[in-house]
């Protein structure tokens, strides 16, 4: 397992840029077909203190990637738990943020820890606390062995949570599936990919890391740059790729997380290293969920 020291940022932080394709597929017809296959990426500051991805100290039942920004210490963007609880958030796009709000990454956190709540009553929950934080959108997920959940809310849009049917759903700074020209590209790739079911593990994770790195600009996306108000032009065209590339801020981890009809899961991280995007890691974990 790789750790990397990103060293202390000295920036003023940017509200982080985030991107996440799903399949959910409960119940797979197919022993060779997935219950989840989700990739995501996340676009920050390069220089944002953060630890890579593994089982927490503190509770080695949990896997994520965890924030060291100083006042964020401990929350997170996108993990999982060997029982099969799994969170996932991005920031949505608005360009004058709170600067007072509390941080979402502990939305991930809290709920990965949650011993109580399932993934829709915890939505809920955090549905009558949304106005403490600028906008978010967050995942959340059970696999059991009877039923699997995946749930969604985001505190820009409806009041109520929502439970996601089977589909393939795409995610980034506005609300679910909101059609937003990089959307609709990394979504039509991955559909086109998940489907292909000759694709072994590995080539499956291969061809989800080439979704995730495209840098094609896709312009000129009026839908986007609606909710760009308070963002430069160069930064609004930064943005309209999957992924974000900019001197000092952009797509910095790749994760693709595949859980399989017999209930094992496997978890990529492809992470940036010391600042450089030419300087990249690879961690990969796999374990078994409860039968």
Known sequence: MVEVDRGVCHQSPTASMC?????????PASKNAYRLILAA???ELYNRPSKA???WGTNSDILSGLDLEYGKEG???LGITKNGKLAAITNYMEGRPNPDAQGRGFLVSNYLVDKDLDCYSYLKKVSTESHLYNGFNLLTAEFKTLQDYLCYYGNRGSTEPIHLKSGIYSLSNSLLDTPWKKVLQGKRQFTRIVNNQSLSC????QELLG??????LNLPDPVQE????GYNKSMIQALSAVCVRTPDYGT??????LIDAEGNVTFTEHSMLNCDPNNWCTSSFRFRLPT
């Not at 910095?252 to 997380?257: A, D, L, M, P």
């Open 19 to 27: 991107i996440i394709f799903i399949k959910f597929d409960p119940r």
């Open 41 to 43: 990426n996340r676009d």
């Open 75 to 77: 929350g997170s963007w």
């Open 226 to 229: 609606s909710q760009g108000d």
């Open 211 to 216: 979704v995730l790195n495209n840098e094609d």
């Open 252 to 257: 910095r981890t790749n994760t693709i997380i």
């Open 202 to 205: 590995d080539g499956l994770v």
């Open 53 to 55: 991805a593994d089982f």
